[in-house]
């Protein structure tokens, strides 16, 4: 049985992760060995993996989607922060609000909340 799944992501530098996903997004930093750091809470949920032949009204496939309890927060704080949104905020027909920002590594992100 799968318990967990976990993206790795390539990164030069950590301190852009730090402050894409720690200071933004509010992840913890749950562990940290120098050469990697690890994001994330200490909330359970699914183990879930998606496959798609495009993103939702025919946007690009996101390389990563994140459920927020505040998007409009997380879309004012990504845009103050100078990240690049690719796709507007958008309230969409099938029950959630989002958008999609580039991360620091060129990643395309989905930031969600459910509706």
């Known amino acids: 049985m799968v318990k967990r799944i976990v993206a790795n ?5 950590l301190w852009d992760a730090e402050r894409f996903y720690h200071d933004i997004l509010g992840l913890e930093v749950l562990m940290d060995h ?12 699914k183990v879930q993996i998606s496959f798609a032949v495009q993103g ?12 927020v309890d505040n998007v409009n927060e997380m879309y004012d704080n990504m845009k103050n922060a100078g990240f690049e949104v ?4 958008t309230d969409e027909d099938w029950g959630v609000r989002r958008f999609f920002v580039k991360d620091p590594f060129g990643k395309l992100i989905n ?5």
């Open 111 to 115: 930031i969600l909340e459910h509706q």
């Open 9 to 13: 992501i390539k990164a030069e530098d």
């Open 86 to 89: 690719m796709y507007d905020i």
């Open 34 to 45: 120098g050469w990697i750091k690890t994001f994330g809470n200490r909330e359970e949920s």
């Open 56 to 67: 939702g009204n025919n946007t690009e496939v996101p390389d990563l989607s994140i459920e």
